[in-house]
């Protein structure tokens, strides 16, 4: 629940008076292995691996696709049971899969579509997601090895769901957030994760949301909050991928009419850890109003997360 | 008018100095400052050796004293009053001289006989006076200000001790009523962009009056007004310094070389001296300017005896941010000002006793409104508050007490709402601080000062409160920090031979951080498992340390000498900042049981020679600095992450050394005057826990910085100012590579401070033009034309910031818009200039 840097944002806003592009001369460096994996309750793990690349490098499509790692061994253990991952590429797949494929690993559908983007996962059903169990992963690639440790937390259901029109907008009587009461467990070190899907037909006559979507800083912890009730709410997130024809004065806002599924995460601290660093770096780039910090991965000898999942649904009927 | 010498700025004359004995006791490992911290010896045993040496210092003078007579008294300015620091009396026959001091207090023991004293201060005609000395004489000397007396721009070169005389390193003081004729950003004089034109004093980007000393960081400059600290001397993110031209009379600088008498910070000692008010009669002054007036207000209270001044500063709403804020640009809502007040009144009780009280209250408050759907909206008030009351009693002739009680007040807040969902954030700090400081006139070659200091500081770490709707989270209150601090200190300027004087001094000082206090336990995941609490006074760290200052001067000839210093000092206070520039969200903190004490340790040496009979000043200094136990936030801490832990819980800590050479090459007197100073310096930091561990360099690490300050004098009407300044670009951290997450790009950052952006470099000009002083009246009798000088007087300054509109880098961020897949994806790097050229009008009077 960042909500401070909007207005360091802001602020340069206010005071820059001109700006121009520039060339900058950066070091070269050794590219990492950065692992995107997740495993929730129910479903198999999924690993997307990629490599860092200089932040200046070519940005076409083929640069971009040749990030994604092939090739690599990728084994996860829950202890009992250890499996060593599928390479699953996007140019094995049917088209017709490719949007639940971009749905289930959150990749982009026009990457998977045109370039042959390879993922990890297990295909034969033999390690599946379960509440409080404990996940360990190995990656092997590029001469290098990572690996992690997460657990899937138990889930935690809100108490309930709502819409309420935007406050900010009092000549508006359509647009409006989701609000939710939540009953945090009375222990310390519950984290959430908050995402929302819709599901009412769009313009194009298919769901408005391909898939869920998490708003920016969609995650919190309890350390403020811990054995509260209490309400809060989201905006609505950003499809990273969206062609830009979304109505701009809807942007952030769910719309009286909607009906929205939401899906609320229960993770572990450190994974919580990560995605609010990883909130923060996307938001800075570099600006000087934080001291630039990395997002703190929980992978061993790489970068990105592990993060186990486990998911409470509601659904909310968008009325006045 | 401009002021025929020295330019606002002057290497002062032979004042005190900071010293220190170097009489080490075994306490002092320079190199190990964990040992040193262990081996911290009894206070008690401090305190026997400062005693011991102050009643040597003492006994010596008295002995020697006898048969000999004193002269003593004040000097002011005969117009207003008001007291004249650093005027000398020079005693022609035996060739030396004493200043006054900051209450316009002298005194001068010698043998019986005959003596002609001059009395001298820049900008005044000379007093010129035959004593006969049989017994103790008390002698005030009011001194008429030249430029009242002479119609011409004429040069009237005041020759005093200077540069070559004393003991002096790294002290500069600034004569705040001749900086008008300098360029300043929007028109607004700053005392401390001044100071920042000194080599040795870095800034820390445009516009910034931040004070970064020969390698210390913000935090480590003892700022203050009237004898109260400030903590927070900014405006407006660093863009002004509290600090109101109109209220401020005097201020002096120590970058290296601290005298004993001030303690508390590693780096230097800013010491500014409010105006007293004018005791003669009532006058004005103010200014309209771009972006602020002005409007101060003095006069007697009870005439000779007591006088008041009330001097008040604030902005003119939104005119920073309006252009910015468009109609329909969805800021609208925001705004930002601030405002400052400085009272101070005087009296004179009898010819031995004078009070002083003195306030500061100044504030800033930012609002946002942010343009798009859902974003939060803010308030920002911050600011600080002094008060301080103090009593000058003269014991005797050769003795002078100044006895003060302090109270500063710096807090900070930031509201946020949204939706329902509301955030705020205070901290704070709070002092009450008493100071007695004697000053012992013991003969013309000894000036000896002792005294002794207690505060006690109330912390307000950061505090969070957050209410969704009626729900109010548990966030605790956060444990104040409450924390005593003493000191007691001995210092003497004495002149061992004609060619050697010497400063040495002790400061002896100790702190403890005590309760009330809730400490939280934290298991080693880093969840909270419970508290432990202190009772009031429960002492849970305490720290002493004996500090060692020292500093001589060794003459080759008339116009040339040698100087070397050496001090030691700790601080008990931390900075701990979350952002690269100055920012309200950067709290105080007091050392503890994690937090250590910073040390910092400074050696110079400096060769220093005038030219054409003082026309022209000149110096090489060189220094090398140890600062250990330095501070930051760890890797990607927020402001609220602070709530419901201890106050150390986010720190990592370190050290650092900077070393460097100055050049300052200055004309003092002539139509044409003004400085060139030059510092080649590095300033690096070593964090175990930043970096890798690896050393970088700190943000205010500038390999070459050059400052050109002109002045000319057309004529009485007309003056023109230049500045010109060049620094080696700023280190900044910056993205090496990129990754994706989510689909979104994430940066990997490798180096802190890595990449050095471009050079700064800038020229600004101005020119001020003095309306007539006189005016023609005919004598309705006679028909006689005679030319009267006018009540009220008044100029304009035409000033141009950044003359030849220098982009200079303020920041550097990358941005990347696009989708990869829809082949629209691009990063670029994008530089943010704060100024382009800028020009500015300012409206001045008096009457």
């Not at chain 1, 820059?16 to 001369?25: L, N, Q, R």
């Not at chain 1, 923060?280 to 186990?308: E, I, T, Y």
């Not at chain 2, 109330?458 to 003493?486: C, M, Q, W």
């Not at chain 2, 900044?732 to 471009?758: C, D, F, H």
Request: net charge negative; charged share 20%.
């Amino acid at each position: 629940m960042n909500r401070t840097l909007p207005l360091l944002a802001a602020l340069a806003v206010l005071l820059s008076s001109c700006e121009k592009e520039i060339t900058v001369d950066l070091p070269e460096t050794e590219p990492k292995l950065v692992v995107e994996g997740t495993i929730e309750v129910g479903g198999p793990p999924i690993v997307i691996l990629t490599r860092t690349q200089s932040y200046f490098a070519p940005t076409d499509l083929n640069s971009i696709a040749a990030i994604f790692v092939k090739g690599a061994v990728v084994v996860v253990s829950d202890g009992i049971t250890t499996d060593t991952l599928d390479q699953v590429c996007s140019s094995q797949i049917p088209d017709s899969l490719i949007d639940e494929a971009a749905a289930a690993t959150g990749l982009d559908p026009d990457l998977l579509a045109s370039a042959d983007i390879c993922v990890y996962t297990d295909l034969g059903n033999q390690l599946i997601g379960v509440e409080g169990r404990t996940y360990s992963l190995y990656v092997a690639a590029d001469d290098k090895v990572c690996t992690s440790v997460t657990s899937i937390p138990h889930a935690v259901a809100l108490d309930s769901t709502w819409f309420r029109l935007a406050q900010d907008e009092p000549d508006d009587d359509t647009l409006g957030f989701i609000w939710a009461t939540l009953s945090d467990p009375d222990t310390m070190g519950n984290a959430y994760r908050w995402y929302a899907k819709r599901i009412n037909d769009g313009s194009d006559g298919e769901d408005k949301d391909d898939s869920f979507i998490a708003p920016f800083f969609s995650v919190f912890e309890d350390r403020y909050v811990n054995g509260l009730t209490f309400d809060f709410s989201y905006n609505r997130g950003d499809d990273p991928y969206a062609e830009e024809d979304e109505d701009d004065a809807e942007n952030g806002y769910f719309k009286v009419g909607d009906t929205v599924v939401v899906r609320f995460a229960s993770i572990g601290l450190k994974e919580y850890q990560f995605y609010n660093s990883w909130y923060n770096n996307v938001a800075s780039q570099g600006d000087l109003f934080s001291n630039p910090a990395n997002a703190r991965s929980n992978v061993d000898g790489g970068l990105g997360v592990w993060a186990g999942y486990s998911y409470a649904y509601d659904t909310v009927v968008c009325q006045p | 008018m401009f002021p025929e010498d020295e330019w606002g700025v002057k290497l002062v004359v032979g004042a005190w100095r900071n010293g220190a004995n170097n009489g080490s006791n075994g306490v002092f490992t320079p190199d190990d400052p964990g040992n040193f911290a262990r081996r911290q010896q009894p206070m008690l045993r401090h305190l026997r050796h400062l005693l011991a040496l102050l009643l040597l210092l003492v006994a010596s003078r008295t002995v020697r004293a006898q048969e000999r007579f004193t002269i003593s008294g004040y000097i002011t300015d005969s117009a207003s009053g008001e007291a004249l620091i650093g005027a000398s009396v020079f005693v022609q026959e035996i060739s030396k001289g004493v200043p006054a001091n900051v209450y316009g207090f002298y005194s001068i023991t010698l043998d019986p006989g005959t003596y002609t004293l001059q009395v001298r201060y820049l900008g005044y005609r000379d007093i010129v006076r035959r004593v006969d000395l049989r017994s103790d004489t008390k002698l005030n000397f009011d001194m008429v200000d030249a430029a009242t007396v002479i119609r011409e721009a004429e040069v009237v070169g005041r020759k005093g001790k200077g540069n070559t005389e004393s003991t002096d390193m790294g002290r500069v003081d600034v004569d705040v009523q001749k900086l008008r004729t300098l360029p300043a950003v929007f028109g607004e004089v700053d005392v401390l962009k001044v100071v920042q034109l000194i080599p040795g004093v870095k800034t820390n980007g445009e516009g910034n009056s931040g004070l970064y000393v020969r390698g210390g960081g913000p935090d480590q400059n003892l700022i203050l007004l009237d004898d109260a600290t400030v903590y927070n001397a900014s405006h407006l993110f660093g863009f002004f310094s509290v600090f109101n031209a109109d209220a401020v009379k005097n201020l002096e600088l120590y970058k290296g070389g601290m005298p004993a008498q001030y303690g508390g910070r590693v780096s230097s000692v800013l010491d500014i001296t409010m105006k007293e008010g004018n005791d003669q009669g009532f006058h004005g002054q103010g200014g309209i300017g771009l972006i602020s007036s002005r409007l101060t207000l003095e006069g007697p209270l009870v005439k000779d005896r007591s006088s008041f001044i009330v001097s008040g500063r604030r902005t003119y709403i939104d005119v920073l941010t309006k252009p910015f804020l468009k109609e329909g640009s969805g800021f609208a809502g925001s705004g930002y000002y601030f405002y400052d007040l400085n009272a101070k009144a005087n009296y004179r009780v009898s010819d031995k006793d004078r009070l002083y009280l003195s306030g500061y209250f100044g504030r800033d408050v930012f609002d946002f409104k942010g343009p798009d759907p859902g974003d939060p909206t803010f308030r920002i008030p911050w600011g600080n508050a002094t008060v301080s009351a103090r009593w000058n009693h003269v014991f005797g002739p050769k003795l002078f007490m100044n006895a003060t009680a302090t109270y500063s007040d710096y807090d900070f807040a930031f509201q946020g709402g949204q939706d329902g969902f509301n955030f705020s954030l205070i901290s704070g700090i709070r002092d009450f601080g008493l100071k007695v400081d004697l000053a012992q006139y013991a003969s013309v070659r000894h000036n000896l000062k002792y005294g002794g200091q207690y505060i006690n500081h109330l912390y307000t770490p950061s505090t969070v409160v957050v209410e969704s709707g009626d729900v109010a989270f548990n966030i605790d209150e956060p444990s104040k920090l409450r924390a005593h601090e003493g000191a007691l200190y001995v210092q003497d300027e004495f002149e061992a031979t004609d060619r050697l004087l010497v400063n040495a001094g002790l400061r002896l000082t100790t702190f403890a951080h005590v309760g009330s206090y809730t400490e939280y336990l934290v298991n080693d995941q880093g969840l909270t498992t419970g508290t432990r609490e202190y009772a009031a006074g429960d002492r849970i760290a305490s720290y002493t340390a004996l500090e060692p200052r020292l500093s001589a001067r060794w003459k080759l000839d008339k116009s040339s000498s040698i100087k070397a210093s050496f001090n030691r000092g700790q601080q008990y206070v931390h900075l701990a900042s979350f952002s690269s520039v100055a920012l309200p969200t950067d709290v105080w903190i007091p050392s503890g049981a994690n937090v250590k004490p910073l040390i910092g340790t400074q050696y110079a040496a400096g060769y220093f020679r005038d030219f054409a009979d003082r026309m022209f000043e000149t110096s090489v200094e060189v220094y090398y600095k140890d600062m250990y136990n330095l501070i930051e936030y760890a890797e990607g801490v927020q402001p609220q992450d602070n709530g419901n832990a201890n106050y150390d819980a986010n720190l990592v800590f370190g050290d650092g050394y900077s070393y460097g050479a100055e050049l300052f090459v200055k004309k003092r007197t002539g139509r044409l005057n003004g400085w060139v100073g030059y510092t080649w310096s590095k300033t690096m930091r070593i964090f175990p826990d930043i970096n890798g561990g690896e050393e970088f360099p700190s943000r205010w690490d500038r390999r070459h910085d050059l400052s050109v300050v002109v002045g000319y004098d057309l004529s009485k009407r007309w003056q023109f100012g230049a500045v010109f300044v060049y620094a080696t670009g700023q280190a900044v951290t910056l993205p090496v590579n990129r990754y994706w997450i989510e689909g979104q790009l994430v940066s990997e950052y490798t180096e802190r401070n890595g990449y050095r952006m471009a050079p700064y470099h800038r020229l600004d000009l101005s020119a001020t033009l003095n309306n007539r002083d006189t005016k023609e009246v005919k004598d309705p009798t006679t028909g006689e034309v005679k030319e009267v000088p006018r009540k009220w007087h008044s100029s304009w300054t035409f000033a141009v910031y950044n003359a030849y509109n220098r982009m200079n880098p303020y920041f550097i961020y990358f941005d990347s818009e696009g989708v990869p897949s829809q082949g629209n994806f691009q990063v670029v790097a994008k530089q943010v200039s704060l100024f382009s050229i800028l020009p500015s009008i300012t409206w001045n009077f008096r009457f």
